[in-house]
């Protein structure tokens, strides 16, 4: 056999060898490598974690770790870990495994209706890596608080209800600062100017929206309520909002799971900043967060000369309102001789 034959033969086989790896490469690289049921899943990546700590946490999401790893270490993956929220789908190979683990998706963090900051942290720390105590103690720092002109009791106006996308690795220092950024953003100087004229500060109207959000789920009646309260500010005449005290009796008994349907006379003689029938003004905080159209109703009220309302037994849902004491003496007694006759004791 001559030289020419045996180099031929030679480059048959290294071209066979050659494909046969090849396919055993793509093999490895581009199939299915996947064994949840779900269509997709996310798999979260804590901040600092190795790449021996994301193997642990994919490893019950992945059919064959070998060939997973293999991957991962011809594209450089183990000394480029990143912390984050990454989204696998049914059927990924080991390329589009390793390719998600470097994609953060996004968390679209949502909360509303929250009725303590220590509510609110919890909302959102089952949202995004830091946890509540973090948050919360991220919230509360002095220099923060100082530096923006919040105070512990009202810091809670600051989170505006809707939904923000963050990463799920955000850290409680980034998302407090994004969230004062939105509450800028939300106050600006048309909201101001609005706040101002009914002589509120943007504090002040959020502490007051607080308390319309909690009078009425009715959003078509919440600037008719505002007007009320307004009209009882401008006459320096207590709130005297029920809701008021019933957030003072949560937070003495320091119970906020506690279900209050009805405030009694002597309820009325609570010593708390946030009894607004023995306290003239606004209570030192918000009583609750309010949602957007809370807001709005203080800052555009309905103009009207009504001083009192109660809830209306021919409308629930909705209140009876009147000017003179008389007219809301009638409708008053109508609501508490129909709400004991439904027995509600508390």
């Not at 909690?214 to 009320?228: L, N």
């Not at 849902?317 to 509600?344: C, R």
């Amino acid at each position: 056999m001559n030289l020419k034959k045996i180099i031929s033969i030679a480059s048959v086989g290294l071209m066979s060898a050659l494909l046969i790896y090849g396919f055993i490469l793509a093999n490895q690289i581009f199939s299915k490598n996947t064994k949840f049921t779900e269509s997709e899943l996310y798999v979260y990546v804590p901040t600092g974690a190795n790449y021996e700590e994301v193997k642990k946490i994919i490893e019950p999401y992945v059919e064959n770790m070998n060939r997973f790893e293999m991957v991962a270490d011809k594209r450089s993956y183990p000394e480029n870990v990143k912390p984050g929220r990454f989204l696998f789908t049914k059927g990924m190979n080991s390329y589009d495994l390793v390719k998600a683990l470097r994609s953060n998706v996004p968390v679209k963090l949502a909360f509303n209706n929250q009725e303590r900051l220590e509510n609110f942290a919890g909302r959102v720390g089952s949202q995004i890596e830091p946890d509540s105590l973090l948050l919360l103690k991220t919230f509360t720092d002095s220099i923060f608080l100082e530096e923006n002109g919040f105070t512990d009791e009202n810091v809670l106006v600051m989170f505006i209800p809707n939904t923000y996308e963050v990463y799920w690795n955000i850290s409680a220092e980034k998302f407090r600062d994004k969230m004062i950024k939105e509450y800028r953003n939300f106050w600006n100087k048309e909201r101001t100017d609005k706040a101002a004229k009914q002589g509120l500060t943007p504090i002040e109207a959020t502490i007051l929206a607080s308390i319309v959000h909690k009078e009425s789920v009715k959003k078509d009646e919440r600037p008719r309520i505002a007007g009320v309260y307004l009209n009882r500010m401008k006459l320096e005449m207590p709130l005297q909002a029920d809701p008021t005290v019933i957030f003072a009796i949560k937070k003495k008994d320091n119970d906020f799971n506690q279900v209050i349907k009805r405030v009694f006379y002597n309820d009325l003689f609570l010593n708390s900043p946030y009894n607004t029938y023995k306290v003239i003004g606004l209570p030192p905080g918000p009583i609750a967060m309010p949602d957007i159209t809370a807001l709005e109703a203080v800052l555009n009220p309905e103009k009207n000369d009504f001083i009192y309302f109660c809830a209306s037994v021919d409308r629930f849902g909705y209140h009876e309102f009147a000017a003179t004491l008389p007219e809301h003496n009638v409708n008053a007694k109508k609501y508490s001789d129909w709400i004991n006759s439904q027995g509600v004791v508390r």
